[in-house]
């Protein structure tokens, strides 16, 4: 907690810092860093940075042709997102449809949040050039060397490659993660949903109803919540037992396959993994179609007797195994069946990890006589928990958001027996992904999804910062450099 | 005594052996499905009752549903492209994170964290409308960069990578007068193979795998615009699969197969590779 | 006077015809419909260019399945084809969406063109199909196809006296040591025993569902009565309930005796049951000490028209000539679909099929359908529940999962 402190105070300070730099620059500054708050190249052409210059007053001039054509089209609207509703009328001499200038509340939304990006990243490049016109005058005072082009050229592959590198990827993460993300947020907000469609209808903010919705149980059936807190809880299930079947099931695999007694290792490990190289949407609706209520699976328990004789137990009321359609079966044959495409994969891992298992330990061991389970209790196991402990934390981020193997298993195929889970649109195997997912494809319901999806955001941060903070102290970064 | 540790040899090997069969059963069970006679699934015997290659051969003969030629093109040439862009991205970022030394790069590293703990699914829509805003719905273009635009944040197996290898050797390279880039360029990445070979595999396989984006991004029903998950996807539509079951396998088939060569010729990479980047990522 | 005023008429015919100005360059125009349509879709819109020679076309065919269309259509209307074929359950979600046309606003335009009204295609097509592709009074789109449910059996083993009724039908099916497969897990078809017992379903004009199942029919029957009834069907042994979507690889299967599906499935039932098989409406349900006819939902096929089409004119001229009568044959003639049209289906080819013999006994006792989109999960769900035997058989259980069922349908939409 201590370090978190520290690192908002260290953020602030840097903001505060940066700020201090720019109002020392405007206040102390000649007429050339003046004249860079309006256009941003004139502190760098004074200083003949003339590329340097044209790059950033062209900068300037986009900015400025993206906010006059095409942000003041829909930042405006952004407090009601949108006030015109489409209309339309067929011209009768062209055939042609015509339609009023309308507005489209989803638009609205997307654009407004991309043009604050680009006015928020605009603002930061602004405030650097005048900062940096002004270093540039205290550098040609006190009679320093002035970077000519071809200096900056070197330092962004020297000291400011970092920059180079960067650049390009961050562009691609704001715009395909960073501005989906924030409209995700602004989503839960308002109440898109299937009532308010657009372009044929408009959407507007709500404030917090929709979160209240999510946890207001007033009698209703018909609420979120009952689904809720049921999804919620398999999901948490569903990724313990996920991450660490497979994580132990990969180690034992792995064990099993470098042991001596071993033959032919290599062809036993690529036999397994064959079952990697088939993609997923490949395997797992092959395997569903494998386990189906009157699949393959069935016919031959059937045959066995095996299903006669469940039933005679009382497992089961049908006339097959449910595997894949009653909750239950479904949940455990989930979760072999999750074993089954990821075990290899982690076997892999593993063999990698232990062939650098410190053969002294291992020596030691042997000579005081410890047998195979101690030597893996308290030799092995400790050695890649210690080693795999953040995958481990990372892993199970990655179940709680497994949407593959959970749609693909039961998508049109299970049908919840569950008549409230069913009212929610939900069932028992789905998890928060697969619900949001569904509540956005079938109901259009996007403002429930956004609200379910910051839920997920708000449990995976939860246990990460957790997990980092309990079970992986300190920072093994520096170890290795 | 002998006796025995035979014993316990063969008995070592048959759990093996029993395992790798429960492992294999689904995936024998899908070749010997794409070489049945009838188009449909077979429920009541393992075996297909007829055998016949014949569905291969129509896999190769387009028709209105099945255009896996073209398919199985596009969808290697969009691997082609993500796995370019991938791999530049997340060695740029692995890079600058292992070894550069400026004051944002903790905040980036945790901003990076939170963004991977949002669901992807739901962030499709956002995706969706913002390439058709550069009229990019429906194009291929559109479909790499959303594979490859973010992939800057998988970063982290390949920065643990980066952080092995020895700082000794670029710091006697920059006294001999190296900048960064060149470092980046014929030091760091040489010593890397394992990694980048690594990373090659995982993004070129995305394309592959992935359906969701990809029917949502090629929404206009042009078949011979899907890609190889969108197309077999669609054949196991209610009113296809009794017809496209067995063609399905096929392609199944024929798309694992290319897969799993790369993956044996490339085995011992990737597992050093990913190794060496868990456990220090 | 008379003369004068036909005169006057025919003239404002003649200008308004000449009021639409062709286009000099093509028309661009996009359709989507069913995989299996691809070829006969094809077909027909080369025909459609002949039949306006006038006017250049530039038609794109897409693929898109008539029971998702509502769902690409809806995650983004103005990317969605200008002309789509869809199941007529989706016609609510459509509407409220604004992602059909209205085809009133273009009823001027049909006519001066095509020279039809919404009359002539109102009286052209069988009644059922037309109230279908109604919604809040107003018309929406052209019906094309039959689309509901019958039952097939095998006469080998089920005689037609056993076929009269549900319990003849399955101590038939169990003596032969076969089974009766029907999917019980979806609204569309487990309606069916509510329909026997003259409940029904309504929609309002916010698209939630009006639905009484949990009370008392207007036949005198209740709810719980037809749940009792639903529940002797799914427990006898020769039952299978299906899932939904996987009654053709059942029929493929070979355990079945009888099924209840739909003409989708003639050709395979023609391969298992062999060319005999016999297609008819459903048994007879028992409720009480009467006998029933298990009504099941009559529901069409339609092709609707985009509203954010730009060429919305030429996209009604389209959609009207795929479901017209020459269209129609076309594709009874590729698909053994059964038409909608009236002549259409009068044909001797149509009336010897037996899958349109089957389909429309069952459609002379059968209901139209009219939900709203919160009606699916929850009823697919209860019918998992009678499938699966989770709801006790006395009528205490079988009330509260009946209120519970109405609560979720009648939901709110949001």
Known sequence: MKNAGSAVAGFFAAIGHFFGDFFTA?????????????????????????????????????????SVFFASQYVPKFGTLGTVVMEQQLNMQTLKMEFNDYDHSFLILLFSLFSFVVWLIAAVVWIRSVTGAYRLQLDAEAGRHINTFKDDVHDYLGDKFYVTLLTLPIIGIVVFTVIPILLLIFVAFTNYDQQHMPPSALFTWVGFTNFKSLFSSGGMTVTFGYAFVRVLGWTLVWAFFATFTTYFGGILMSLLLNSKKTRAPR??????????????????????????????????????????????????????????????????????????????????????????????Q??????????????????????????????????????????????LLTDGVYTTTNQLMANSQAKEVDLLVTWLFNLTQNYYNYKMAAVIGIMVFIVCAVFTLVAFNFLIRGDKEGVYQ | MKDKKIGGIVSHNLLIAVLCVIWLIPIVWLVCMSFSAAPNMNTSTFFPTEWSAKYYVQLFHSDTVNQFKAWFMNTFKIAIFTCIICT???????????????????????????????????????????????NLTNSHIGLILVYSASSGLGYLICKGFFDTVPRALCEAARLDGCNEARIFAQIVIPTSRPIIVYTIISSFLTPWMDFVFAKMILNAGISENYTVAVGLYKMLDKSLINSYFTIFCCGGILVSVPIAILFFIMQKFYVEGITAGAVKG | ?????????????????????????????????????????????????????????????????????????????????????????????????GAILDLSTVEEALKSVAGKSLDDIKAANVEGSITAATYNDTFYAFPFASDGFFMFYDPDYISEEDAQTWEGLLDAAAAAGKKVGMTLASGWYNTAFFNAAGFSTSLNADGTTNMDWNGTSPDGYTGVQVVQAM??????????????????????????????????????????????????????????????????????????????????????MLAEFLTNEESQVARFEAREIPPTNIAASESEAVQANKGVVGLTEAAAVGVVQSVGGKYWDPTASFGEQIAQGTIGTDEASIQTALDQLVEGVTAAVG
């Not at chain 1, 102390?28 to 941003?40: E, F, Q, S």
């Not at chain 1, 101690?374 to 949407?403: C, G, H, S």
């Not at chain 2, 692995?94 to 903790?106: D, E």
């Open chain 1, 26 to 66: 405007i206040a102390k500054g000649d007429w050339a860093v003046k004249l860079t708050l309006l256009i941003w190249g004139a502190g760098y052409a004074r200083r003949k940075q003339y590329v340097k210059a044209i790059v950033l007053t062209a900068l300037e001039v986009g900015v400025i042709c993206f």
């Open chain 1, 267 to 360: 062809l036993w490990r690529t036999l397994l993994v064959i079952t990697i190289a088939v993609p997923q949407f490949v395997s797992l609706l092959l395997v569903r179609n494998f386990f189906s209520n009157g699949g393959i699976v069935n016919t031959i328990c059937a045959r066995i007797g095996l299903t006669g004789w469940l039933r005679s137990m009382g497992l089961i009321s049908t006339s097959y195994i449910p595997f894949l359609t009653a909750p239950g079966w479904a949940h455990v044959m989930i979760i072999l069946i999750n074993i089954w495409i990821g075990v290899p994969y982690q076997m892999l891992i593993a063999t990698g990890i232990l062939m650098n298992l410190p053969a002294d």
């Open chain 1, 362 to 407: 291992l020596e030691s061991a042997r000579v005081d006589g410890a047998n195979k389970f101690q030597t893996f209790r308290y030799i092995t196991m400790p050695y890649m928990l210690q080693v795999t402990a953040p995958t481990l934390v990372t892993d199970f981020v990655k179940n709680i958001n497994n949407f593959n193997v959970i749609y």
């Open chain 2, 88 to 134: 530049c991205f997340t060695l740029m970022v692995a890079y600058a994170t292992s070894f550069g030394k400026f004051k944002a790069r903790k905040p980036l590293m945790n901003v990076a964290v939170m963004l991977n703990l949002f669901p992807g699914v739901l962030t499709m829509i956002a995706v969706y409308f913002t390439l058709r805003t550069f």
């Open chain 3, 1 to 97: 006077m008379k003369k004068l005023l036909s005169l006057v008429l025919a003239l404002t015919m003649v200008l308004s015809l000449g009021a639409i100005a062709f286009a000099d360059g093509p028309i661009a125009l996009t359709v989507w419909g069913a995989e299996e349509d691809q070829t006969y879709l094809a077909e027909r819109i080369e025909a459609f260019k002949a039949a306006y020679p006038d006017q250049e076309f530039d038609i794109t065919l897409g693929v898109e399945s008539e029971s998702t269309a509502k769902d690409t259509i809806l995650t983004d209307v103005e990317a969605a084809a200008d002309v789509y074929a869809f199941a007529s359950d989706q016609l609510p979600d459509l509407v409220n969406a």
């Open chain 3, 231 to 316: 529940q002797a069907i799914a427990g006898h042994d020769a039952f299978m309930a299906i899932a939904d979507g996987d009654i053709s690889n059942q029929i493929a299967g070979g355990d079945l005796a009888a099924v209840i599906s739909g003409t989708w499935d003639t050709a395979l039932v023609s391969d298992t049951f062999g060319e005999d098989y016999m297609a008819c409406a459903l048994p007879l349900l028992t409720l009480g000490e009467d006998q029933v006819p298990t009504r099941g939902t009559v529901s069409f096929k339609m092709i609707g028209v985009n509203p954010y089409a730009e060429n919305a004119g030429w996209a009604v």
